[in-house]
């Protein structure tokens, strides 16, 4: 398809499992972003890549979560032992521009999937 | 840091009442970007407007306005003769080289708009 793509749109896990949440980005754009977003509240960052490297896993709240994009493209967002506080829904975003390009592109708008509801029992 | 605030939690209007939604953001750049995103009930944010620090020159776009001024750090939205269809929550956005240029947003506007 031509957007963001976000599978999958719901999960239900028990407290303590894994579990992975994919993005697949906008053919050609080099950035990406997680984020989390709780009910009542607006986007919260996470993490951001540019290609292949996580530019900037600042906002990755603890070593539970962690995120690849081995090719560039399609990224996964893993995240172990879930506990009941990482229910959200999460929320993929991709850009073609981005904080590692010149002028205006760092400040592009960025194009969102439609995120992974995730609920931990 | 930068830092954006929404401090409408909630709007209910009627069918063709013009609306403003208010956005306050904080930042120490003198470069920066404003955004406004829209999320209906699907869920996927769809991006509104995009404005650069430099240009204060209002926009129109059909029922849509956007004033964004700096001297209030203020970049508020406005729906004229708003339509059931507009209900959704918006976001304001904001980045630039302070916060890394990752997008901070507020914590959104929800609107209502009753038939």
């Known amino acids: 398809g031509a957007g963001v793509s976000q599978t999958p749109s719901n999960k239900v896990t028990e407290k303590g499992k894994y579990v992975e949440l994919r993005c697949d980005p906008i053919s050609g754009h080099t950035a990406l972003y997680w984020y989390r977003q709780s009910l009542g509240q607006g986007p919260e960052f996470l993490i951001y890549?540019?290609?292949?490297?996580?530019?900037?896993d600042s906002g990755l709240p603890n070593d539970r979560f962690f995120a690849v994009r081995p090719e560039g493209s399609v990224s996964t967002l893993k995240i172990q032992r879930t506990e009941r506080g990482d229910s959200a829904v999460y929320l993929c975003a991709s850009s073609l521009t981005g904080r590692g390009l010149a002028g205006a592109l760092r400040g592009g708008e960025l194009f969102f999937g439609e995120g992974s509801r995730l609920t931990v029992l | 840091a930068q830092k954006v605030t929404q401090a409408q939690t909630e709007i209910s209007v009627v069918e063709k009442e013009d609306v403003t939604l208010d956005c306050v953001y904080e930042?120490?750049?003198?470069?920066?970007?404003l955004f406004w995103y829209k999320q209906p009930p699907s869920g996927e944010l769809v991006f509104l407007i995009r404005r650069n620090s430099f240009d204060e020159q209002n926009e129109i776009s059909g029922r849509y306005s956007w004033n964004f001024q700096k001297s209030t750090s203020s970049f508020n939205f406005t729906i004229t003769a708003s339509q059931v269809v507009d209900s959704a929550v918006y976001f304001c956005?904001?980045?630039?080289?302070?916060?890394?240029?990752?997008?901070?947003f507020g914590r959104g506007t929800s609107l209502i708009v009753h038939p």
């Open positions: 930042t120490r750049d003198t470069t920066y970007y």
């Open positions: 956005a904001l980045t630039g080289p302070g916060g890394s240029y990752i997008p901070t």
């Open positions: 890549f540019q290609g292949t490297g996580a530019a900037d």
